[in-house]
């Protein structure tokens, strides 16, 4: 495994994200212990020693999770991360009993690494009120060790992340981003990564699988990857791009099977990056690929714990791009025609409670409105 040096600590370069553990019949709240204890223990055994979870993950099932699998290790023999739920603007009153709440959930006295998650136009402000105290409070805790590192997660736009740079950049330690070759143009990602690397903030990644989209390439992509590297998979592709960005420190990818987490370690037990014709290349395979259309959805499940119909938002979305990407076709209609008539596209009610938390900022009722018109249903 390769590590990464972060202050004192030394940090495995791929950490194990817990938003996408394997569940129980499909249903995301609903966590398989068994093999999650598994997988855990075998990232441990592996060299892993960052892991990622967050109060809304798994409908708040992840934290859970983390604690009891973690508690069989020593606590000083890996990392713990989690955030404070500013996603969700009702939470933001709440950062006192939230974060007591998280720790005895994560069964810890402390956080190695803490987060504002996910800044972005929807909560700037509020994250940067001072009657919610929630700077402060953070700060507090820091101060009496029960967080060691302070930091944020983003996927605002590149204003938003300035601004709360501006506001407490001196303080955050390191920064998250969603980071891939597919977004690199596509969501400004570049850009976002300049700005922390100017800022002097580590940058800690995401997303960099894409939500497992960059497990795979189309058959014209896949023989010029080929090409250019014959001995690497499609997916190393993905973290040798990323080994390949001065300033990143952390890798996480939310690993739900044995198979991928065998794999991905496999290829973090070295470095690889990639040469600029390489990476000139890939980005520009990449940008290809996002030209054809589609929405930046990652299956976060944020959105349909705030839907009131309970429609599965990011399975119709990937539909949706299905179709728009193949320009039509029968799978996406014939998917959607399986589906119980409850759960189809027509029956948004464009309330919008779900865009109000999605961190890539689709319009999820526009989307499902056109989606609807164009296979009737």
Request: proline share 5%.
């Amino acid at each position: 495994m390769i590590y990464r040096k972060f202050r004192e600590k030394k940090l495995s370069g791929l950490g194990l994200g817990m938003m996408r553990l394997p569940v129980v019949d499909g249903d995301d709240a609903s966590i398989d212990m068994a093999r999650t204890a598994e997988i855990i223990d075998y990232a441990y055994q592996n060299g892993i020693n960052y892991f990622d979870t967050a109060w809304g993950y798994h409908n708040g099932n992840s934290e859970l999770a983390a604690g009891q699998c973690l508690s069989a290790y020593p606590r000083e023999s890996y990392y713990l991360a989690s955030k404070f739920p500013g996603y969700d603007n009702s939470n933001m009153p709440k950062v006192k009993e939230i974060f007591e709440e998280q720790l005895k959930k994560c069964r810890t006295p402390y956080f190695d690494f803490y987060l504002f998650h996910n800044v972005y136009e929807g909560n700037i402000d509020d994250y940067l009120n001072p009657k919610f105290g929630i700077f402060e409070y953070l700060m507090e805790q820091k101060k009496n060790g029960r967080i060691r590192h302070l930091g944020f997660s983003a996927h605002g736009s590149i204003e938003v992340i300035r601004r709360f740079l501006d506001a407490y950049g001196e303080q955050m330690e390191f920064g998250q981003l969603q980071l891939n070759y597919m977004d690199w143009h596509f969501q400004k990602a570049k850009e976002k990564a300049e700005l922390l690397q100017k800022s002097g903030v580590p940058i800690w990644v995401m997303e960099p699988l894409r939500g497992g989209k960059l497990a795979k390439a189309d058959e014209h992509m896949t023989k010029e990857l080929s090409a250019m590297r014959p001995e690497e998979t499609v997916p190393a592709w993905a973290f040798r791009f990323l080994q390949t960005i001065p300033g990143v420190t952390m890798v996480l990818s939310g690993m739900s099977d044995m198979e991928q987490l065998k794999e991905n370690i496999a290829i973090w037990q070295e470095d690889k990056p990639l040469s600029k014709e390489e990476f000139d290349r890939l980005t520009e395979l990449a940008d290809e690929e996002t030209r054809k259309g589609g929405l930046p959805c990652t299956s976060c499940h944020y959105c349909t714990s705030h839907c009131p119909q309970k429609l599965p938002i990011p399975e119709l979305i990937a539909l949706y791009n299905e179709h728009k990407i193949t320009c039509g076709g029968f799978l996406a209609p014939m998917a959607v025609g399986s589906m119980p008539e409850k759960e189809r596209p027509a029956n948004c009610v464009g309330c919008h409670s779900c865009e109000q938390v999605c961190p890539q900022q689709i319009k999820i009722s526009d989307m499902m409105r056109d989606f609807s018109s164009m296979i009737g249903m």
